[in-house]
C-alpha cells in the first residue's frame, strides 16, 4: 500500500482547499478496502489527526478542532479520497498526510502507507 497527496497549497484565512490521497503509480489497490486517515504536522509538534473514514460503510470521524469545517469523502470511480477544508485557520498551517489503516482511527499507529504530503499554509 503506498499513496500519495495533493492539493495543498497557500490559502487565506476563512478560504477552502480540497486534499487529495490516491494509490500512488500502479499500485493498483482499492482505497475502498481499506480505512483512510488525514493527519497533519506542523513545525515542531507531533503528527496529529484530523479525519478518518472508514473502509465499506463509510462512517467518518473527526478531530474536535475541525467538526463543521472540514469534510472527508470517498469518489470509489477515483479511487480517491477527499479531505474538503473550509473556513481554514493560520492553525491549520501544517504538512497533511494520508495513511491506510484496517480500521477506522485517529491515532496514526495504525496506519501505513504514508505519502510525502502536500504542504498547506493558511495565511494572509
Known amino acids: 500500500v503506498q499513496l500519495e497527496e495533493s492539493g495543498g497549497g497557500l490559502v487565506q484565512p476563512g478560504g477552502s482547499l480540497r486534499l487529495s490521497c490516491a494509490a500512488s503509480?500502479?499500485?493498483?489497490?482499492?482505497?475502498?478496502?481499506?480505512?483512510i486517515g488525514w493527519f497533519r504536522q506542523a513545525p515542531g509538534k507531533e503528527r496529529e489527526g484530523v479525519s478518518c473514514?472508514?473502509?465499506?460503510?463509510?462512517?467518518?470521524y473527526y478531530a474536535n478542532s475541525v467538526k463543521g469545517r472540514f469534510t472527508i469523502f470517498r469518489d470509489n470511480s477515483k479511487n480517491t479520497v477527499y479531505l474538503q477544508m473550509n473556513s481554514l485557520k493560520p492553525e491549520g498551517t501544517a504538512v497533511y498526510y494520508c495513511?491506510?489503516?484496517?480500521?477506522?482511527?485517529?491515532?496514526?499507529?495504525?496506519?501505513?502507507?504514508w505519502g510525502q504530503g502536500t504542504q498547506v499554509t493558511v495565511s494572509s
Open positions: 495513511g491506510a489503516s484496517l480500521y477506522p482511527s485517529l491515532g496514526d499507529s495504525p496506519y501505513d502507507g
Open positions: 503509480g500502479s499500485s493498483g489497490f482499492s482505497l475502498d478496502d481499506y480505512a
Open positions: 473514514i472508514s473502509s465499506g460503510d463509510g462512517n467518518t
